[in-house]
């Protein structure tokens, strides 16, 4: 209990302090959460449900207003948040992986990563492979080993487009397992996930790449077996029995996090209260309550250690798009 | 029984009280739009999406409005068939044959009320033809493969003459100028087309703006070209005097039409137009001399609105389970469910089983709302026929502007919602339809991709396109329906035609 002196003394100096000069950071008047979709999407949920959260917690003065900014996967919002609301301290936006994913191949037209602030992320979807329940593969290695002998023996359909998320999971897993020429693997896109498994289960298609909530409701019809989950350790409650690439032997991991990042140019106060909000969001039991609702696995970052992840991921798949021809 | 426990939860969210109040708002709207002459019901969705956007609705909400203006624009239809002698819309022309001559011998309050009645017979069959089928062919979706889905969009475009057809050149025209538009953004394989680095295009042209353009839009430049002056004088209308007996006569009329206009409408390019024609000339064939169709006859009003509200229901079928569209306002509603993030299809029954059964229910509900609006309360639709467009503008324009606004707050998309505005008054002019256009524009890229995802699991064998006997099916419609208008079109037109002048 010695170290208890010291902070107090340091809380009690920095309260002095920023009295005197400035007062520490809360947001004052309308707070304002940018979805860079339609309603209805990921992005939308992210910022009406954590929105919500922010209400109740009393984190946010009055309500916030979710603003739905639809257009090139993001590419739109981000470009507004750049050029338009930098300095602005009271505007969250909703991120996934699909925004670092897009930023890794350039599709945001002259803007990368540092032009804006990484927040913090509140819970992630893992990516699985999934096969129909009438096929002949049984695990991961097994699909992967058919991969080796024939790059074009398994065809995947998922919700990205080619070149996204769900495309490039399954290059994650590939490239693991040891297949070369990565970019022959078929990968056909549809418009989400739930198409892109009606075509599976209807045995059309081989294999499905995807999340885990989205192949909820053909798992527990038994029409789709999942092969593997593509997460550190096996998720939680009813996905317990689903086995972790890793513990198959290959080491691809795919959260697809949802979270936010906020203008550049905000001052320290501001960005340290949001990052705080994260934490205790994350911490909360209303937010706990959210996830489960909505089959969110446990995942949290923040601030500096978030900000570096983010920024590693990017490389990683700038590298990847890279090797199988993506990008130049 | 599982549909049953599915129609039941249905009904839950149907008869929640703000759905019903919307489901009331959208049906006394859309019998305003069908009574509207000129006013078709494709426009009068488009016209209103603005207005679920403006509003802020729940997708579910949405739909059952919508649907609902869907359903009354059927009904409104033949009010301005009876009373003036100009069909509200296309499918309500046949409505004028009979209609007209009993109003003109003072009978046009009972002429208003049996076709009311056989709207609701109509409806209902075709609304408890849904509830069976539809998930019977929901499940038969699973066999539907790329290169089965392939065949299907050739299908749906190949009937196109059938909807729209007067001249065909101008037909394929439209569809490709809807497939043109439909090339914009990303595609597929992540290469950008026609996005002259706009990232306001790299999703494409938005279906929702593009068909608020072409038909709100351009309708209100009509208007104002009409110079927006005084409405009609007002009509008068007789004292209803129907006994339960003469209801009770047309009910075999309304049951057949029902039923026939059903099947035209789950039949892909039919749609309610053909429903109609069909249920008269049928009608025509079954009673023979026994009646006096042409002069007035209550079973010749009630034969072609039992076919064309009943093709309405119908067109609904193909739409939710295979995602194609039947006729022009079906594919107005498939993109809305789109744009609210809603995939029609197998996968619709079960993920979003209480929209799609709410929006059924809703329909069952909309009906008997109907009924109640077109018999007691016609008079209010009558009086509303003479209200100068002068008022109803302001608030079209309105509604129109703040709905698209509010779904993506971005000016860029009011510029492009007047752009096709603008150029859908042009091909108005031009005499060029609308409809192929928006069909164009939905179905050209998913041809497109199933084009590519059959290619690509065959590894580029082209044979794949008609390796099965369901591709092979659809293969054959498809030429069936490209070539069958071109022989039978100018024979039915014909009909029609001689049908309706020998009335004159």
Not at chain 1, 209 to 238: K, N, Y
Not at chain 2, 96 to 120: R, T
Not at chain 2, 464 to 479: D, H, R, Y
């Amino acid at each position: 209990m010695t170290m208890k002196t010291p902070i107090k003394l340091l809380a009690a100096l920095t309260l002095t302090l920023s009295g005197s000069m400035a007062m520490a950071f809360e947001p004052s008047g309308k707070v304002e959460c940018l979805a860079p979709a339609d309603p209805g999407g990921g992005w939308d949920f992210t910022c009406r449900s954590v929105g919500k959260v922010l209400e109740e917690l009393d984190l946010v003065p009055r309500s916030v207003q979710t603003i739905n900014m639809a257009g090139a996967g993001g590419g739109v919002a981000y470009a507004h948040t750049v050029s338009k609301r930098a300095g602005d301290e009271q505007l969250l936006v909703a991120a996934s992986t699909a925004t670092t994913t897009r930023l890794a191949q350039g599709q945001f037209q002259g803007m990368d990563a540092d032009m804006v602030n990484w927040i913090g992320a509140l819970g992630a979807d893992y990516g699985i492979i999934a096969v129909s329940k009438d096929s002949e593969y049984q695990d991961l290695p097994a699909l992967m080993d058919a991969l080796k002998e024939d790059p074009r023996a398994v065809k995947f359909a998922g919700g990205s487009a080619k070149g996204g998320w769900d495309h490039l999971k399954v290059l994650i897993a590939a490239q693991d397992a040891g297949i070369e020429n990565l970019p022959r693997i078929p990968y056909l896109s549809y418009n989400n996930g739930g198409e892109a498994m009606t075509q599976v289960v209807g045995g059309h298609v081989d294999a499905f790449t995807g999340d885990i909530t989205e192949a909820q409701g053909f798992m527990e019809s038994g029409d789709l077996r999942v092969l593997a989950v593509l997460s550190e350790e096996r998720l939680p409650g009813e996905f317990s029995d689903i086995p972790t690439a890793k513990e198959q032997g290959i080491d691809a991991v795919g959260p697809n996090w949802r979270g936010f990042y906020m203008p550049a140019d905000i001052s320290d106060d501001a960005k340290q209260y949001w990052v705080d909000a994260m934490d205790t969001i994350y911490e909360s039991e209303e937010w706990k309550q959210v996830m489960k609702q909505n089959g969110l696995m446990p995942f949290h970052m923040s601030a500096g250690e978030f900000e570096s992840f983010v920024k590693q991921q990017i490389d990683d798949i700038e590298s990847l798009s890279r090797d199988i021809g993506l990008i130049q | 029984m599982e549909t049953l426990n599915y129609l039941l939860d249905g009904f839950g969210v149907a008869l929640a009280p703000h759905n019903l109040m919307f489901a009331l708002l959208g049906a006394f709207l859309g019998t305003l739009i069908g009574a509207l002459p000129g006013l078709g019901p494709a426009n009068g969705v488009a016209i209103l999406i603005p207005l679920a956007f403006t509003l802020g609705l729940r997708p579910e909400t949405a739909l059952i409005m919508l649907t609902a203006v869907y359903a009354g624009a059927m009904y409104g239809g033949r009010i301005s068939s009876i009373l003036l002698n100009i069909p509200g819309d296309e499918p309500a022309m046949m409505t004028c044959l009979d209609g007209y001559p009993m109003a003109q011998k003072g009978k046009a309050a009972e002429a208003l009320a049996i076709s009311a009645v056989a709207s609701f017979m109509g409806s209902l069959i075709a609304t408890i033809g849904l509830i069976l089928l539809a998930p019977l062919l929901a499940r038969f979706a699973l066999t539907f493969g790329a290169a089965e889905y392939f065949a299907l969009f050739v299908l749906a475009f190949a009937t196109l003459g059938g909807i729209t057809g007067k001249n065909p050149v101008k037909t394929i025209m439209a569809a490709a100028i809807g497939l043109m538009i439909a090339t914009v953004g990303i595609d597929n394989t992540g290469v950008q087309r026609y996005t002259f680095g706009v990232l306001e295009l790299y999703e494409g042209v938005d279906f929702i703006i593009t068909i608020v353009g072409l038909f709100a839009i351009s309708e209100l430049l009509f208007f104002i070209e009409a110079r927006a002056g005084g409405g009609k004088s007002e009509i008068v209308i007789n004292k209803l005097k129907l006994s339960w007996k003469e209801i009770v006569a047309i009910l075999p009329t309304s049951f057949r039409g029902g039923v026939l206009g059903f099947i035209a409408g789950v039949l892909p390019g039919a749609g309610a137009s053909l429903g109609s024609f069909i249920s008269y000339t049928l009608e025509k064939k079954v009673l023979g001399r026994k009646g006096y169709f042409g002069e007035g006859d209550p079973r010749g009003v009630a034969a072609p609105e039992a076919g064309n509200n009943g093709a309405s229901s119908g067109a609904l079928v193909p739409m939710l389970t295979l995602g194609v569209p039947g006729s022009g306002t079906t594919a107005v509603l498939l993109a809305l469910l789109i744009s609210l993030n809603i995939t029609p299809g197998p996968l619709m029954f079960t993920q979003n089983a209480d929209i799609v059964w709410g929006v059924i229910a809703a329909l069952l509900i909309g009906n008997f709302l109907l009924l109640l609006l077109n018999i007691p309360l016609v008079g209010i639709f009558v009086k509303l026929l003479s209200v100068p467009p002068m008022y109803l503008l302001p608030i079209v324009t309105m509604v129109a502007f703040v709905g698209i606004y509010s779904i993506s707050n971005s000016a860029f998309d009011l510029y492009f919602m007047v752009a096709f505005g603008v150029g859908g008054y042009f091909l108005r002019k031009l005499e060029i339809p609308l409809v192929p256009i928006i069909l164009g524009l939905l179905l050209g890229p998913e041809m497109e991709k199933n084009l590519r995802h059959a290619l690509d699991i065959a590894d580029g064998d082209w044979t794949v396109l008609w390796n099965s006997g369901l591709a092979i099916g659809l293969w054959s419609v498809a030429i069936l329906g490209l070539i069958l208008p071109y022989l039978v079109g100018p024979m039915l037109r014909r009909r029609m035609k001689a049908g309706t002048e020998t009335r004159d």
